[in-house]
């Protein structure tokens, strides 16, 4: 069975820290990966996704995430936040082996950023 | 304007009084599932759909049931809720089985 893990459950940065935060899956064949992000209050929104092709995505508001196939991770990155990025981060994943049906999120990261 | 649309939002009900939450999505999605966020825990997957008239159980599947009758519909029916149904719940639907998930807003359901 498929799942994933956000070793980081509550981050705290200031203005202009840099941000990495962990997701490893579980899965070995083939994947298809997701970050979504939820604003206080909000649903979720996608930020990035890989399905294949160029390891390094990039997405929304200055996201990226790099998809190391060895380590099983798809770690999301963003060089300097912002307070406007306080939010809940979740990593998804669909496989092959389930038609891609099942989509298994991790517990989520908080992230609170300080001004 | 593309959307996921869930009623209701906000619900408070008491143990065993059955409850429907509905949602329905307007971009012809054949896709669309039920998730319930707890802190800590994520999102799980409850009831899945892949079309009309074909639905599978998610990871969370015990006290809930659904339909798809319809391609734009897929409420989520608590037939007895209990306490342990207090959560957040969100429908969201894809256009295909890889593609990215569009979410309605959230029902709120406590359960009493």
């Known amino acids: 069975a498929q799942s994933v893990s956000q070793h980081n459950h509550h981050v705290i940065l200031s203005e202009a820290a840099s941000l990495e935060l962990g997701c490893n899956y579980s899965y070995g064949g083939t994947v298809n990966l997701f970050w979504y992000v939820q604003y206080p209050g909000q649903h979720l929104q996608l930020l990035l996704k890989y399905f294949s092709g160029d390891p390094l995505v990039k997405g929304i508001k200055g996201f990226e995430a790099e998809f190391i196939k060895s380590k099983f991770s798809f770690n999301l990155r963003k060089p300097s936040v912002q307070w406007s990025d306080t939010a809940e981060y979740f990593c998804a994943v669909t496989s092959a082996s389930g038609g891609y049906q099942k989509v298994t999120f991790g517990t989520g990261t908080k992230l609170q950023v300080i001004p | 304007e593309a959307q996921v649309t869930q009623n209701p939002r906000y619900l408070i009900t008491v143990t065993g009084k059955k409850l429907t939450v509905t949602c329905s999505q307007n971009?012809?999605?054949?896709?669309m599932s039920w998730y319930r966020q707890d802190p800590g825990l994520g999102l799980r997957q409850i009831y899945y759909?892949?079309?009309?008239?074909?639905?599978d159980k998610g990871d969370v599947p015990e006290g809930y049931k659904v339909s798809r009758k319809e391609k734009r519909n897929f409420p989520l029916i608590l037939e007895s809720p209990s306490p342990n149904q207090t959560s957040l719940y969100f429908c969201a639907s894809r256009e295909s089985p890889a593609g990215e998930l569009f979410f309605g807003e959230g029902s709120r359901l406590t359960v009493l």
């Open positions: 971009m012809n999605h054949e896709y």
């Open positions: 759909s892949m079309n009309v008239e074909v639905t």
